[in-house]
């Protein structure tokens, strides 16, 4: 059984470390995955929520000096607020890819990096591949001596990744983001959330035809006739608990606006009617 209990370092690798963050729930399955890549130099991917456990463990894993970057896949709340507590403890450098602090995270990276970068360590080089779709920042990384790819919230293990339109998703870039990723020569999937992802190609292609289906579902919903989102949600989303309801709007949103940009449906947001155009 993989260790996915928060706060335990996990050793998944000679060059990769976890330590998942204490924040389990329906949006983060068992906590938010916190890496470490590299012993000499270390680069923290994702510290996490602001926990100061959590950041304790962090800095517990190895001698504080080492931390030398703290790397962000995007800057939504259970990714990044521990940023803060953590430079604060190692003096690490910030790398991520906003230019500024758009989204209210209050983060402003030391080093911005968009696709093409490279944070070359002494035992390892990370390359950087913006993936927009779940967030505008979204970055992965890939870890060239491991063919390993830290895919943030893009690729998950156990849950589905959330595009919310509210919160900048792109349904039409998201689908991009996972293409481009299929392409790549993969070992493995290093997830914000859940475990290591064996299988990438076959993952990613779950993915893909995951969506492919809920957007015929969504077309053959506005085939019977015009609907507002929340009919929509109500025919496909059955056996959705009401924690995840919101979510469920989120994605039927992304999805008709990449449908409305297509031509293929008209409608205005969340409370207006849908229909095929
Ligand atoms: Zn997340």
Known sequence: MPDLTAGAMNALSPLVRRIV?????????????????GIDEVAVIDPGPDVKGHV???????????????????THPDHAPATARLVKATGAEVVGFAKKDKDGS?????????????????????????????????????LDEERA???????LDGTTSVVSPSRGGDMAKYLASLERLRKLRLAKILPGH???IEDPRARIDEYLAHRAE?????????DDGPAKISGIVGRLY?????????????????HLIKLRTEGRVSG?????TWKLA
């Not at 304790?56 to 995007?74: F, N, P, Q, Y």
């Not at 790819?149 to 690729?155: A, R, S």
């Not at 205005?268 to 207006?272: H, L, P, V």
């Open 106 to 142: 209050g983060i402003v990276p030391d080093r911005l990096v968009g696709d093409g970068d490279t944070i070359e360590g002494t035992e390892f080089g990370l390359d950087v591949l913006h993936t927009p779709g779940h967030a505008p920042n979204h970055l992965c990384f890939y």
């Open 214 to 222: 809920r957007e015929a579902q969504i077309v053959a919903v506005l």
């Open 238 to 254: 059955v056996d959705t608990p009401d924690a995840l309801q919101e979510q469920a709007a989120s994605m039927v949103q992304a």
């Open 194 to 196: 859940g475990d290591v």
């Open 149 to 155: 790819l830290f895919t943030g919230d893009t690729v």
């Open 56 to 74: 304790d463990a962090i800095i517990g894993a190895s001698m504080k000096e080492r931390v030398r970057w703290v790397l962000l896949t995007h």
């Open 21 to 37: 963050a204490p924040n389990p729930g329906p949006f983060t399955g068992p906590g938010t995955n916190t890496y470490l890549v």
């Open 268 to 272: 205005r947001d969340q409370k207006s």
